[in-house]
C-alpha cells in the first residue's frame, strides 16, 4: 500500500489519484466498486506508539461501497473531491475548505439532489480522500484556514514566487504563516532552538524583550491549538535543520493539550502524525510547579479550576501518553490538589520583562524543569 | 479640552496623564476629586456625523468621584492604569491588555480585597483613560490581541528596530499585521487601490492569482470584523497615501458590517472614528444584486436567511447612516425578500479564478455597482 511520505511530487499526487480511479475502475468489473481507506481515528482505533511516541492510526481498513445505499453518496462525492483535487494540482492552485465546498456543490439534474449539502460533507470527503490515497491534504492543494506567525533569524523561500526573506528583518509583525507551507523552503538559521508559543501576546511580549536577538531563538506563535500550517512548519524545522523546539503554552489542560498535540499529533488527524507530529519537543511551561516557584498564588495570579476544567484534566491525564508519565501525572494531580490554574500572561505579575529575562533563561538553564 | 490626534508625541502622551494627574490632584484641596471623561458609545449617545460620514461620540461628560461609593472603585482603578500607562510610555515598552490586567491585580493589604477581579475591569477602565486624556490606548501602548495581514508592493518601515520591507516579497503569506502598528512607517506604494478583504481564503486565493500584480493592489485580510491594528493601518494607508480603499465581504449583515466599521467606525469606539475609521472606503461586494447578475442561485451557492440573520438586518437597517441611503436599502430589501444571503466564497461556484479575472475587475470598471 502507498505510504505516507514527506515530500510528494506534482506526478506522485497525480499517479496515487489516478491508481484510486483505476481500481474503482476495474472494480466494476468484478461488480463491487469499493475505495479503501484507513478507519478515521478517534481514541478507540488510535494506537499510541510508544517507541516513536506519536499518535497513530490503527491499521483497519474500511471501504465504500458504490452499491451500499448507505455509502453511495459518500462514494460519488469522493470521486468529486478526487477529480477536483487532480485538476488542482494539474493546474498547481489550491482551494480552501470553503471553496472546494462551493466548487463541488452542485444539482444533479432529473434526481434534483444536491452533490452536497454542508460543507462539513466536503471537509469529511476531503479527510477520506487523505485516507484513501495517503497523502495530506496540503499535498493535493487543499488548505484550511489559520494563521501563525514567525519571527526570528531564519531565511524561508517562496519556491513558487523566488521571494526569500529573513524572518528577523519583518518589524515585530513577523511573517505570517499560511495555512499551506508545502512551497515553502526553510533556508538559513541562526538560532539555537525554536520557542512555540500558545499566546499572540507573548509573542509579542518577547520579540519586544528581544528574547530571540538574546537567546538566539526562533519564535513561533501557535495562537491556541496550532493551525497545520503552524504544525508543519514545527515539524519541518526540527527535522529538516535540527534544532530543539521548546513549548511554551498556559498551565491548564487546554495549554498541555496544544502541547501534546505539536508533540505526538491529535487523535482525529492520527494518520498524518508522521508528517505533522514532532515527538521530541519539550515543555518549558507553565506548570504547576511555576505557580509555587514564582509565588503567583500569592500575586492573585492564578485562576480557579472550573468544571470543565477539571473534567478537561481527568481526560487527558487518562490519555495512555501522559499516563505513562510520572513527572506529567504529577503535575496534573498538584493542578487537582490546588484546585488553580495558571496563564502564561501571570508572569507579567511579576513584571513585563520577567518571562523574558528571568523565566525562560531559568528554565533553559535548568533543563530538569523542562517536562516531556 | 484636549483633542484626539493623528501622532502624539511621547512628551504629549506623557503630559496628558500627568496634566489628568493634576487635575485630580488639585481636585483634592476642593474637597471632590473626579476623572472627567466622555461617556461611552452606545446608539443612544452617538451621533452620526452625516458630513463627515463617521460616527462620533455626543459631547457628553460624565465623571468618576473619589467620594461616591459606587465610584471609588473604577477611580482608584483609573489612577492604576494611568500610572501603568505611563510608566509604559517611559520605557517605550507595550503591554497587551491581558499583562495590564495581571500587572495591576493585587492585593490591597488590611482591607483584603483585590484592586481588580477580572479582566472585564481593567478593560473597561483602559477605554476610560482613553477617554479620559483623548488618546487611543495605542498611544499609551496598550494593545488588543488580533492580527491580520497584508499583501502587495508597498514599504513598510518598523521605525524602532529600523527594518524596512517590501510586503509583496514575503511570499504569500504576507506580513502579519500586529495588533498595533504605531511604530510603523508608511513608505513608498506601487498600486492603484487597497482591497480589504474580509475572509483569509479569499486572500490567499487572490495572490494566488496574482490579482495584487495584475490589478495594481494592496490586499489587507479583516479575518472578520477587523482587529483595531488593521483598521488603523486602513486609515493611514487612506490618510497618507491617498489611496482608494474597497472593501469585500460577504453578502450578509455581517458583511455589511464590517463594511461599515471600517467605514465609520464602530459604536462603542465611537471617540476614537477620527482615528480609526476610513469615511470614503467604497463596497465591492459581495451584493445581493450579485446573486442575479452571476446566477449563484442557481448554482446552490447561497445560503437560507436564519432567525438570527433576519433580526440583524433590520436592525442595522435602521443604523442612521444606513438608513438615509436608497441603495443599502435595497440591499437589506432584496435579501429579506430572497431570503437568502451569500458568501464571498460563493464565486468558486464558478471557478477558482472567476473572483480574481471576472467578478473584482468587471466591478472595478462598473463603479455604479459599487456602493457607498
Redesign the interface.
Same mark, same amino acid.
Given at each position: 500500500m502507498v505510504q505516507y511520505i514527506e515530500k510528494l511530487s506534482k506526478e506522485e499526487v497525480l499517479n496515487r489519484i489516478k491508481k484510486l480511479a483505476d481500481e474503482i475502475y476495474n472494480d466494476f468489473s468484478s461488480g463491487n466498486p469499493s475505495i479503501k481507506l484507513a478507519v478515521r481515528g478517534n481514541i478507540k482505533n488510535i494506537e499510541y506508539d510508544e517507541k516513536r511516541d506519536i499518535i497513530t492510526l490503527k491499521e483497519k481498513i474500511g471501504s465504500r461501497e458504490f452499491f451500499n445505499l448507505g455509502h453511495v453518496r459518500r462514494f460519488m462525492q469522493t470521486l468529486l473531491v478526487a477529480s477536483l483535487a487532480k485538476k488542482l494540482v494539474e493546474k498547481d492552485?489550491?482551494?480552501?475548505?470553503?471553496?472546494v465546498?462551493?466548487?463541488l456543490?452542485?444539482?444533479i439534474p432529473i434526481l434534483n439532489v444536491?452533490t452536497i449539502e454542508e460543507q462539513e460533507e466536503s471537509d469529511a470527503v476531503i479527510e477520506d480522500l487523505e485516507r484513501a490515497i495517503k497523502a495530506i491534504r496540503e499535498q493535493f492543494h487543499i488548505?484550511a484556514? %489559520? #494563521?501563525g506567525?514567525i519571527y526570528g533569524d531564519i531565511y524561508?523561500? *517562496?519556491k513558487k514566487?523566488g521571494?526569500e526573506?529573513n524572518c528577523s528583518?519583518? %518589524? #515585530?509583525?513577523?511573517?505570517?504563516?499560511?495555512?499551506t507551507i508545502e *512551497?515553502?523552503e526553510i533556508g538559513d538559521v541562526n538560532a539555537d532552538f525554536v520557542l512555540v508559543v500558545e499566546?499572540?501576546?507573548m509573542f509579542?511580549?518577547l520579540i519586544?524583550e528581544r528574547f530571540p536577538e538574546k537567546q538566539g531563538a526562533i519564535l513561533i506563535t501557535s495562537k491556541g491549538q496550532p493551525p497545520r500550517g503552524v504544525r508543519r512548519l514545527i515539524h519541518r524545522l526540527r527535522k529538516e535543520k535540527n534544532l530543539p523546539v521548546y513549548v511554551f503554552t498556559d498551565g491548564d489542560p487546554w495549554g498541555f493539550y496544544i502541547y501534546s498535540v505539536i508533540k505526538r499529533g491529535s487523535m482525529n488527524l492520527s494518520q498524518f502524525s508522521e508528517l505533522l507530529a514532532t515527538p521530541d519537543v519539550k515543555f518549558i511551561g507553565m506548570t504547576i510547579d511555576d505557580i509555587d516557584e514564582y509565588d503567583l498564588r500569592k500575586?492573585?495570579?492564578v485562576i480557579k479550576l472550573n468544571q470543565r476544567d477539571i473534567k478537561r484534566i481527568n481526560e487527558i491525564a487518562n490519555y495512555p501518553w501522559f499516563k505513562k508519565s510520572k513527572d506529567w501525572q504529577r503535575q496534573f494531580r498538584k493542578m487537582l490538589d490546588y484546585g488553580i490554574k495558571v496563564?502564561q500572561?501571570?508572569?507579567?505579575?511579576n513584571?513585563?520583562e520577567f518571562v523574558a529575562d528571568t523565566y525562560l533563561p531559568d528554565k533553559l538553564e535548568h533543563p530538569e524543569k523542562i517536562l516531556s
Amino acid at each position: 500500500m502507498v505510504q505516507y511520505i514527506e515530500k510528494l511530487s506534482k506526478e506522485e499526487v497525480l499517479n496515487r489519484i489516478k491508481k484510486l480511479a483505476d481500481e474503482i475502475y476495474n472494480d466494476f468489473s468484478s461488480g463491487n466498486p469499493s475505495i479503501k481507506l484507513a478507519v478515521r481515528g478517534n481514541i478507540k482505533n488510535i494506537e499510541y506508539d510508544e517507541k516513536r511516541d506519536i499518535i497513530t492510526l490503527k491499521e483497519k481498513i474500511g471501504s465504500r461501497e458504490f452499491f451500499n445505499l448507505g455509502h453511495v453518496r459518500r462514494f460519488m462525492q469522493t470521486l468529486l473531491v478526487a477529480s477536483l483535487a487532480k485538476k488542482l494540482v494539474e493546474k498547481d492552485k489550491t482551494a480552501s475548505l470553503r471553496e472546494v465546498y462551493y466548487q463541488l456543490k452542485h444539482t444533479i439534474p432529473i434526481l434534483n439532489v444536491n452533490t452536497i449539502e454542508e460543507q462539513e460533507e466536503s471537509d469529511a470527503v476531503i479527510e477520506d480522500l487523505e485516507r484513501a490515497i495517503k497523502a495530506i491534504r496540503e499535498q493535493f492543494h487543499i488548505k484550511a484556514e %489559520g #494563521r501563525g506567525a514567525i519571527y526570528g533569524d531564519i531565511y524561508l523561500r *517562496d519556491k513558487k514566487r523566488g521571494d526569500e526573506w529573513n524572518c528577523s528583518k519583518l %518589524g #515585530r509583525g513577523g511573517w505570517s504563516i499560511p495555512s499551506t507551507i508545502e *512551497d515553502i523552503e526553510i533556508g538559513d538559521v541562526n538560532a539555537d532552538f525554536v520557542l512555540v508559543v500558545e499566546k499572540e501576546a507573548m509573542f509579542d511580549r518577547l520579540i519586544e524583550e528581544r528574547f530571540p536577538e538574546k537567546q538566539g531563538a526562533i519564535l513561533i506563535t501557535s495562537k491556541g491549538q496550532p493551525p497545520r500550517g503552524v504544525r508543519r512548519l514545527i515539524h519541518r524545522l526540527r527535522k529538516e535543520k535540527n534544532l530543539p523546539v521548546y513549548v511554551f503554552t498556559d498551565g491548564d489542560p487546554w495549554g498541555f493539550y496544544i502541547y501534546s498535540v505539536i508533540k505526538r499529533g491529535s487523535m482525529n488527524l492520527s494518520q498524518f502524525s508522521e508528517l505533522l507530529a514532532t515527538p521530541d519537543v519539550k515543555f518549558i511551561g507553565m506548570t504547576i510547579d511555576d505557580i509555587d516557584e514564582y509565588d503567583l498564588r500569592k500575586k492573585g495570579a492564578v485562576i480557579k479550576l472550573n468544571q470543565r476544567d477539571i473534567k478537561r484534566i481527568n481526560e487527558i491525564a487518562n490519555y495512555p501518553w501522559f499516563k505513562k508519565s510520572k513527572d506529567w501525572q504529577r503535575q496534573f494531580r498538584k493542578m487537582l490538589d490546588y484546585g488553580i490554574k495558571v496563564e502564561q500572561d501571570a508572569l507579567a505579575a511579576n513584571s513585563l520583562e520577567f518571562v523574558a529575562d528571568t523565566y525562560l533563561p531559568d528554565k533553559l538553564e535548568h533543563p530538569e524543569k523542562i517536562l516531556s
